[in-house]
């Protein structure tokens, strides 16, 4: 669904991204997670088309991203549905007016059948009431709640949601994460990604973690496997972010049982 070969990104003598290789098969759902500035962004962009790898292939649903012309990379993009940061709605559109802008330019839905879709994604969301209101009248979590929304109002097969809990309390991104799993589902055909700062988001949205450090995947694996036997960097950056949870909230994360032994006194 979406494979990344030997992929470079630099502007001048500035290199932002080396040798990023990796691949994201049906069915799968994986979090990309790394500090601040280490290159999650251009990989989101060039992931997209947004922009053109320095060196690399990008292949995005048997779509070459790279050398396809700008009708085909439309296509492609059509099947996919990206949530960005804090929403990314438009202001002067109500909410049922963002969802239906998303179907009407991304799928062939009667008005009636989107009508339908939009009432059934926004009480999946908890936000039927909003319908009508625009942007600057909700919530900065209400906001992310829609944004998700209107990324799935399309049955997208490959779903990308980027740091869809930043700035949200605990309660806010765990009913953020549980409506991703609700709505976007799981199954055979598609394919979910997340893109996160935060560990706790990472490994909870999904068993598998592709780690981003200074432009480069560092590690790729299951999160309990990397956290117990990854590089020392791997293991830091994991295990700083884990260490200093409730004893209980720790062992509801199922994290494993010799590392919450090594780190909580019983």
């Known amino acids: 669904m979406i494979s990344m070969r030997g992929v470079k990104m630099s502007f001048g003598d500035i290199s932002l991204l080396n040798d990023i290789t990796f691949s994201i098969a049906r069915g799968e759902r994986v979090s990309l997670i790394g500090p ?67 179907m009407e330019h991304m799928t062939d839905l009667t008005p ?40 799935l109002a399309t049955d997208p097969v490959v779903s990308i ?30 394919a979910q990604l997340v893109v996160t700062s935060n560990v706790e988001i990472g490994i909870r949205f999904a068993d598998r973690l592709l780690v981003l450090n200074e432009g480069r995947i560092v590690a790729d694996g299951p999160w309990r496997e990397l956290l117990l036997h990854g590089s020392d960097w791997v293991r830091n950056f994991l295990g700083v972010r884990l260490i200093g949870l409730d004893l209980e909230y720790a062992q509801g994360l199922k994290l494993p049982s010799e590392f919450i032994a090594q780190h909580w006194t019983s």
């Open 36 to 102: 601040g500035g280490s290159g999650k962004s251009t990989i989101l962009k060039l992931l997209l088309g947004l922009l053109a790898p320095t060196a690399g292939d990008i292949v995005l649903m048997d779509t070459d991203m790279v050398h396809a012309d700008e009708r085909e990379r439309l296509e492609t993009l059509k099947r996919v549905g990206m949530a960005f940061q804090q929403g990314a709605l438009f202001d002067f559109m109500t909410v049922a007016d963002n969802l239906t802008f998303a």
């Open 161 to 190: 949601f980027d740091e869809p809990t930043a700035g949200l309390d605990p309660v806010t991104s765990t009913i953020i994460l549980n409506m991703i799993a609700d709505l976007a589902g799981t199954g055979e055909d598609r």
């Open 112 to 151: 009636e059948a989107m009508a339908q879709r939009i009432d059934s994604l926004l009480a999946g969301v908890k936000l039927s009431r909003t319908k009508n209101m625009f942007p600057f009248e909700l919530s900065g979590g209400m906001q992310r709640r829609v944004g998700i929304a209107r990324a």
